[in-house]
């Protein structure tokens, strides 16, 4: 059987994911009567509830009697570590903008990594079925991006489509018939090329995806590069510099047909599949033919550029509502999350009770300790800090700068410039982009960009809509103002008073309801000014024997700011913690003692 392997490339909720649905859907792959979930390739529950697309995950339909495999990528740049690795498996890949939005940074992205690895784009303009379309203007923007990327004249001739992937169909043209996806497969058979197959019978594979399965152990996925393979085989492991890693036997083979993982007896080049039996194999290594010595060169992946520390939860209220607490269960499944995902790097602290997580971004370590905190865990998690990184010929010091294009309304743009500016942003770019709204583009490092989403949405009215690339590393900017305003800290145990929290109101905002147990050292609310205050939350109303009506009033509470998992994560600072349990996310000082805080604040002062 013939094989064609491509991936689809596209910005986050550009619509690629349901793209792929109608195309399991038109070509057979489904029963007329079989009920599938709209997003069918969003299998993982964080991505159902986020709309985005976490994990790259593989499906295959057959056209005509040839097999497409189709790979799914994740749009944000937070996940690239995932990109980096299929892209090594695909022969073609499919470029899908949205005909309003056009062409947004995590499509830059990807797509500059598939074309410095050669390979020749489809574009298919998204969404034309939107009210606001603009697909000419759209296609030039796709034209410069391939230009700026320093795409060569095969890329630059590509074919494109119009296509709108919820209702079912793509054609050459805007005046097309709007039929079904027929075009888009033919054009995909003409289009990308058969898998490169190497001379030789002896199998080899480069390993790109690892995942673990309860019943089968390590699963690793690629594409077979030469020969063919069984269950059953024996085959070695070799690592990137050759050295053997290990030698076992095949005890599953299974290949990718439709939305399932199917066992089959033969696998040929080609093909992408997936081995079980492994132990020691991981991502970036060579599986072969124990006659193989030489290993298949895989790509570099970008290096994290974000760190947090993981730390057992130490509060009062620590194991009541987690059933993994200690340092032992955090610690195996850090390395176990290390193992899949070649993005993020661990590192056990002096202490042996925290641990450093590096990753991409604010995103990808907030997934991480969304998924851990669903598994029963309770821990601690301190402040994102950014990874300096030195010249190593002028011994300057560097850090990430990262490319922000922000879509805002024309009235918001002087606000928005400003708080950049003083986050030591610098704008490379301002344009109108139509219905009177306005594209900037800043150049801005990472340190300033930590918590600052928040106050973006506040200043734009929600309005605005900003998207974060790494961009480079760079000089190092300077100081950069953190947050301004201070915490109420209680100063006691026990249940919050609703009574209590109305006199608080007017010291700023609060973070908790009434009833909400809290303890000493626990951040319940933000201070208006500077400096950080002790509160107490649990003062009653004292009784009396007087009643009048003024004095029986109800009480009558503003809401409570309620934070995010990755608000809650930027907005501490350096003495803060967040305190993350299956039930609960709770902001604290690092040290609950008040006296202990003064001390610690003493001796920064001195030093």
């Known amino acids: 059987m013939q094989f064609r392997n491509i991936a689809i490339i596209a910005h986050v909720d550009h619509g690629k994911t349901t793209l792929v649905d109608a195309l399991l859907k038109q070509s057979g792959t489904?029963?007329?009567?079989?009920?599938?979930?709209?997003?069918?390739?969003?299998s993982n529950e964080l991505e159902r509830e986020r709309g985005i697309t976490i994990l790259a995950k593989c499906t295959s339909i057959e056209w005509k009697g040839t097999r497409i495999n189709i790979v799914d990528t994740p749009g944000h740049a937070d996940f690239g570590g995932e990109v980096e690795r299929i892209l090594s498996m695909v022969d073609g890949v499919v470029v899908l903008v949205d005909s309003a939005e056009g062409v947004l940074p995590q499509t830059k992205f990807v797509t500059g990594k598939a074309l410095r690895l050669g390979l020749r784009p489809i574009v298919l303009v998204n969404k034309i079925d939107r009210p606001d379309a603009r697909p000419d203007e759209v296609l030039d923007e796709i034209f410069d991006l391939f230009v700026a990327l320093d795409a060569n004249e095969q890329q630059l001739d590509f074919p494109v489509l119009y296509a709108s992937g919820r209702q079912g169909w793509a054609d050459p043209s805007l005046e097309g018939p709007r039929k079904d996806l027929g075009p888009l497969f033919d054009l995909i058979l003409k289009h990308v090329p058969e898998p490169t197959i190497e001379p030789g019978d002896q199998f080899r594979m480069l390993v790109t995806t690892l995942e673990y399965d309860a019943f089968l152990g390590r699963v690793l996925t690629g594409r077979i590069l030469s020969g063919s393979v069984k269950p059953n085989s024996t085959l070695k492991g070799l690592s990137q510099d050759g050295k053997q890693v290990e030698t076992t036997r095949v005890t599953k083979l299974l290949a990718f047909r439709g939305l399932e993982r199917t066992g089959v007896q033969l696998a040929e080049a080609g093909d992408i599949?997936?081995?079980?039996?492994?132990?020691?194999?991981?991502?970036?290594?060579?599986?072969?033919?124990?006659?193989?010595?030489?290993?298949?060169?895989?790509?570099?992946?970008?290096?994290?550029?974000?760190?947090?520390?993981?730390?057992?939860?130490?509060?009062?209220?620590?194991?009541?509502?987690?059933?993994?607490?200690?340092?032992?269960?955090?610690?195996?499944?850090?390395?176990?999350?290390?193992?899949?995902n070649v993005a993020i790097r661990i590192r056990e602290n002096d202490d042996k009770d925290s641990f450093e997580v590096a990753g991409r971004g604010e995103l990808q370590l907030g997934v991480l300790i969304e998924q851990m905190r669903r598994e029963g865990f309770e821990l601690s998690v301190s402040r994102p800090r950014v990874l300096f990184r030195t010249d190593p010929q002028t011994g300057q010091m560097l850090e990430p700068i990262e490319e922000v294009v922000i879509d805002v309304d024309e009235a918001y743009q002087g606000t928005v410039v400003d708080k950049l500016s003083q986050r030591r942003a610098e704008l490379q770019e301002m344009k109108p982009s139509g219905a009177g709204k306005s594209r900037l583009v800043f150049l801005a490092p990472t340190r300033g960009l930590i918590g600052y989403h928040g106050e973006f949405?506040?200043?734009?009215?929600?309005?605005?809509?900003?998207?974060?690339?790494?961009?480079?590393?760079?000089?190092?900017?300077?100081?950069?103002?953190?947050?301004?305003?201070?915490?109420?800290?209680?100063?006691?145990?026990?249940?919050?008073?609703?009574?209590?929290?109305?006199n608080l109101e007017a010291r700023g905002p609060l973070f908790i309801d009434p009833g909400v147990l809290v303890y000493e050292g626990m951040v319940i609310g933000e201070h208006t000014r500077e400096n950080d205050l002790d509160v107490n939350p649990l003062k009653g109303k004292q009784l009396t024997n007087i009643r009048t009506h003024s004095h029986d009033e109800n009480i009558r509470l503003t809401p409570p700011r309620r934070m995010t998992l990755e608000q809650a994560i930027t907005y501490i600072e350096e003495d803060e913690l967040v305190e993350v349990t299956p039930k609960s996310i709770r902001l604290r000082k690092q040290f609950l003692d008040p006296n202990a805080r003064k001390r610690t604040r003493r001796q920064a002062a001195e030093a």
Do not use: W
């Not at 007329?32 to 969003?42: G, L, P, T, Y």
């Not at 057992?312 to 194991?319: E, H, K, M, Q, T």
């Not at 300077?478 to 009574?499: E, F, H, K, M």
């Open 30 to 42: 489904f029963r007329a009567n079989e009920k599938v979930a709209d997003c069918a390739m969003d």
């Open 273 to 340: 599949v997936a081995l079980a039996g492994f132990k020691t194999a991981t991502v970036a290594d060579t599986v072969c033919d124990l006659s193989v010595t030489e290993a298949i060169p895989s790509h570099p992946v970008d290096p994290p550029t974000l760190a947090v520390n993981f730390s057992v939860n130490d509060s009062p209220l620590a194991g009541q509502e987690g059933d993994k607490v200690t340092s032992r269960v955090i610690r195996a499944r850090l390395l176990r999350e290390s193992e899949g």
């Open 457 to 502: 949405l506040t200043d734009t009215r929600g309005t605005g809509v900003m998207n974060r690339i790494f961009h480079s590393y760079g000089p190092h900017r300077g100081p950069i103002t953190g947050r301004r305003a201070g915490a109420l800290i209680a100063n006691g145990a026990g249940s919050a008073v609703a009574y209590a929290l109305f």
